[in-house]
């Protein structure tokens, strides 16, 4: 499912137009970026959480050339799904 067909199946669910929950959707990614760029995490009970995970240097290697490469040390974002989203996946 892209961005678009999410905004039309929230729409249809919700009773909402496509254009309230689009700004909605952009007001979501906004705010789970601001809290994750601020060092915070974002918990959704049952659905999951958001959250920063600081990835060590390590060293990699070009896949051209096979020349070794040092990775930079980095934050990376991350979710973990919730109890009631794992159920419904796993039915």
């Known amino acids: 499912m892209n961005k678009a067909e999410l905004i039309q199946s929230v729409a ?3 009773g909402e137009s496509k254009s309230t929950v689009e700004r909605v959707l952009k007001g979501f990614e906004a705010a789970v970026t601001d809290a994750l760029a601020a060092g915070g995490d974002v918990v959704l009970q049952g659905f999951g959480t958001f959250s920063v995970a ?13 020349e070794p490469l040092t990775i930079a040390a980095h934050k990376a974002p991350k979710f973990k799904p919730g109890a009631n989203l794992k159920t419904a996946v796993n039915g």
Do not use: L, V
Request: aromatic share 0%.
């Open 54 to 66: 600081d990835k060590p240097e390590r060293q990699g290697r070009n896949p051209q050339t096979g």
């Open 12 to 14: 249809t669910q919700s």
